[in-house]
Nanobody
Framework: QVQLAESGGGLVQAGDSLSLSCAVS????????MGWFRQAPGKEREFVAV????????SYADSVKGRFTISRDNAKNTVYLRMSSLKNEDTAVYYC???????????????WGQGTQVTVSS
């Protein structure tokens, strides 16, 4: 059973940086394309970033492009999301997900973590 566990969330101020991690267990990370999604209170889940199996191909939501960076360390079975210049509107629960398709659509991802809260205050 593949399990994903996010960590690194917290309360930060606007303009700060924060790094999230997603540890994968139960299978080797190299098997999967990995994505980050987020859901703010009262809003639908939205795509944030995705990386292919070796991180050579990535895609970002327009709202985070240039501020967020997805990376992965397959040897450590861990995926990262480096977030900088954080804004109030980045406040959300952030989820990592694993799937067999390089996609920005959440429904194409098979495995999901429990999420980690990121709160950005002004």
């Amino acid at each position: 059973q593949v399990q994903l566990a996010e960590s690194g969330g917290g309360l930060v101020q606007a303009g700060d940086s924060l790094s999230l991690s997603c540890a994968v267990s139960g299978d080797t990370l190299i098997t999967y394309n990995m994505g980050w999604f987020r859901q703010a209170p009262g809003k639908e889940r939205e795509f944030v970033a995705v990386a292919n199996w070796n991180g050579g191909y990535t895609s970002y939501a327009d709202s985070v492009k240039g501020r967020f960076t997805i990376s992965r360390d397959n040897a450590k079975n861990t995926v990262y999301l480096r977030m900088s210049s954080l804004k109030n509107e980045d406040t959300a629960v952030y989820y990592c997900a694993a799937g067999s398709t390089f996609s920005t659509a959440g429904e194409t991802f098979t495995y999901w973590g429990q999420g980690t809260q990121v709160t950005v205050s002004s």
